[in-house]
């Protein structure tokens, strides 16, 4: 299993080691959000042989130093195990007065993944539109569309311009009918598996903090919408993600 997003960090566990141990050899992809979190990430990759990271400022974490942040990310891109740009994107649920400076700050890290060769770990929440629109412009980067939320006509226009979605707990939930549609009705080969641990914890186990080893859960309920087996599902979106991550140079 590869749980492709996650933030195991000292500000929401105090059992780091019991928790990353649990997935024993599946991989953890552990994304920042600040500076704070990406040295943290860099510090984890060392540490535990299934854990990845990616380092990336997140939309509601600009503040006045984000160049140092983004000067730090892109010291760090070509350090070993570290695999994407992420947690990026654009979040318009809380303000829309920044709307400009967090478009900035976004393609400069989508410029950075060209740059380095990565993907990118998208994050879009209440700004699909603008998401689109800005990736457009970067068809020749992987992408990954963090915990989708859309519709299935943009998910289709997502696929179209080489992303693949993230799909967590909430597909778990009796009230996602929607995503559970979109899941349904797409490829499989467009998906990613993933817990944005701490939250979003899945059935059975929803109201308590999440951890990757969940992600079971969620290819479990992929394997009961789509009519296929577990095993199928595990194998398919692990490939997927060795080949959104680049992983097999690790796992040769």
């Known amino acids: 299993m590869v749980d492709t ?36 990430v860099l510090e984890l990759v060392k540490k535990y042989k299934n854990v990845y990271g990616a380092l990336g400022l997140h939309p509601t974490e600009i503040g006045s ?9 892109e010291k760090h891109l070509n350090d070993e195990k570290i695999v994407g740009i992420g947690e990026i994107g654009l979040d318009y649920h809380y303000t829309l007065e920044n709307k400009d400076i967090q478009k900035e700050v976004f393609i400069k890290q989508l410029n950075l993944a060209r740059k380095y060769n990565k993907s990118v ?71 990613l598996l993933e817990t944005d641990s701490p939250y979003l914890t899945p059935e059975p186990y929803r109201g308590s903090k999440n951890e990757p080893y969940n992600i079971i859960y969620v290819a479990k309920k992929i394997s009961e919408i789509k009519g296929i087996s577990l095993e199928d599902v595990l194998s398919i979106t692990t490939s997927n993600a060795i080949s959104q991550f680049d992983l097999d140079k690790y796992l040769c």
């Open 65 to 73: 130093s984000y160049e140092e942040t983004l000067l730090f990310i």
């Open 121 to 191: 770990i998208i994050h879009s929440r209440d700004a699909i539109n603008d998401t689109l629109e800005i990736l457009k412009e970067y068809k020749d980067i992987k992408k990954d569309i963090h915990s989708f939320s859309g519709s299935l006509e943009s998910a289709i226009e997502f696929i179209k311009i080489n992303c693949r979605l993230g799909i967590g707990g909430v597909l778990t939930f009796k009230n996602a009918k929607r995503l559970q549609n979109i899941v349904k009705n797409l490829d499989i080969h467009s998906l």
């Open 5 to 40: 997003h996650c933030h195991i960090f000292h500000e929401y566990y105090d059992n780091i080691d019991e928790v990353i141990n649990k997935m024993e050899s599946n991989i953890i992809i552990v994304n920042g959000t600040n500076i704070n979190d990406n040295k943290e």
